[in-house]
């Protein structure tokens, strides 16, 4: 969704695509992202267990991941309470539908899943970055972790996975810095199907029935009318902009 300012015929219609957005052929180019908590250090992957630096190196490691745990415990939760309640209901729906087990947590593949419905579609690299650094054992690995060190053996490798507290904190941050023109676009290129560079008509008819909107053509008409500014019969990206952020 574009921002709390939407113009609500709009913000009705466009709201259910966020969420739904890694269903839905991506016409907007890969990206998203920017800004915000990024994760530690680069490609550390999901899992832990490997030792290729020595106990310094790992340490160290330990240390700087604890260092940003630390950071977003002070800035993330401040930033969801800093969102909308469209927003934070947006995030919470977003990590609902892809926790596919309802266990509270994502694992890589669902928190990929659940970034690029709320627009931010990252590099393999960066998600595996970020469940390095604030990600938490799965209890199943955790719990043969435990065993290994109890019996002194090598513990496996363990999947790590990301907590609803922790993906509100860093999807918030990540959404407060944003460019608010970035997510219009992305809202605008949901209802201009075909990539027309406008939306028509048929644009808010097939969204409406879509959405199971009981919004008759005369209220469909109107929506067109009040914004196209220039009179072609359509709403261009500018003029989707200025709805937005009126």
Same mark, same amino acid.
């Given at each position: 969704?574009?921002?709390?300012?939407?113009?609500?015929?709009?913000?009705?219609?466009?709201?259910?695509?966020?969420?739904?957005?890694?269903?839905?052929?991506?016409?907007?180019?890969?990206?998203? *992202?920017?800004?915000?908590?990024?994760?530690?250090? %680069?490609? @550390?992957? =999901?899992?832990?267990? +490997?030792?290729?630096?020595?106990? !310094?190196?790992?340490?160290?490691?330990?240390?700087?991941?604890?260092?940003?745990?630390?950071?977003?415990?002070?800035?993330?939760?401040?930033?969801?309470?800093?969102?909308?309640?469209?927003?934070?209901?947006?995030?919470?729906?977003?990590?609902?539908?892809?926790?596919?087990?309802?266990?509270?947590?994502?694992?890589?593949?669902?928190?990929?899943?659940?970034?690029?419905?709320?627009?931010?579609?990252?590099?393999?690299?960066?998600?595996?970055?970020?469940?390095?650094?604030? *990600?938490?054992?799965?209890?199943?690995?955790?719990? %043969?972790? @435990?065993? =290994?060190?109890?019996? +002194?053996?090598?513990?496996?490798? !363990?999947?790590?996975?990301?907590?609803?507290?922790?993906?509100?904190?860093?999807?918030?941050?990540?959404?407060?810095?944003?460019?608010?023109?970035?997510?219009?676009?992305?809202?605008?290129?949901?209802?201009?199907?075909?990539?027309?560079?406008?939306?028509?008509?048929?644009?808010?008819?097939?969204?409406?029935?879509?959405?199971?909107?009981?919004?008759?053509?005369?209220?469909?008409?109107?929506?067109?009318?009040?914004?196209?500014?220039?009179?072609?019969?359509?709403?261009?990206?500018?003029?989707?902009?200025?709805?937005?952020?009126?």
């Amino acid at each position: 969704m574009a921002s709390s300012s939407t113009h609500p015929a709009f913000a009705a219609a466009a709201r259910p695509y966020t969420t739904a957005l890694s269903k839905l052929p991506d016409r907007t180019g890969g990206g998203g *992202g920017g800004g915000g908590i990024s994760g530690g250090g %680069a490609g @550390a992957g =999901a899992h832990t267990g +490997a030792n290729t630096g020595g106990p !310094t190196r790992d340490r160290d490691n330990h240390r700087q991941h604890q260092l940003e745990r630390e950071r977003l415990e002070r800035e993330g939760h401040h930033a969801f309470a800093e969102l909308t309640e469209e927003q934070r209901e947006e995030i919470n729906e977003a990590f609902g539908l892809f926790d596919l087990d309802k266990d509270r947590r994502v694992d890589y593949h669902e928190l990929k899943v659940a970034m690029k419905a709320l627009g931010f579609d990252l590099p393999k690299a960066e998600v595996l970055s970020i469940l390095t650094t604030y *990600g938490v054992p799965a209890a199943a690995a955790a719990a %043969a972790a @435990a065993a =290994a060190a109890a019996t +002194a053996t090598k513990p496996p490798a !363990t999947r790590l996975q990301l907590t609803l507290d922790t993906f509100q904190a860093v999807m918030a941050t990540r959404i407060l810095a944003r460019d608010p023109r970035d997510e219009i676009l992305r809202a605008f290129a949901l209802f201009d199907d075909g990539d027309k560079g406008v939306i028509r008509l048929e644009d808010l008819r097939r969204v409406a029935r879509e959405l199971g909107e009981g919004l008759d053509e005369d209220e469909l008409v109107a929506m067109i009318d009040e914004f196209d500014l220039d009179g072609d019969g359509a709403i261009n990206r500018e003029e989707f902009i200025a709805i937005c952020l009126q």
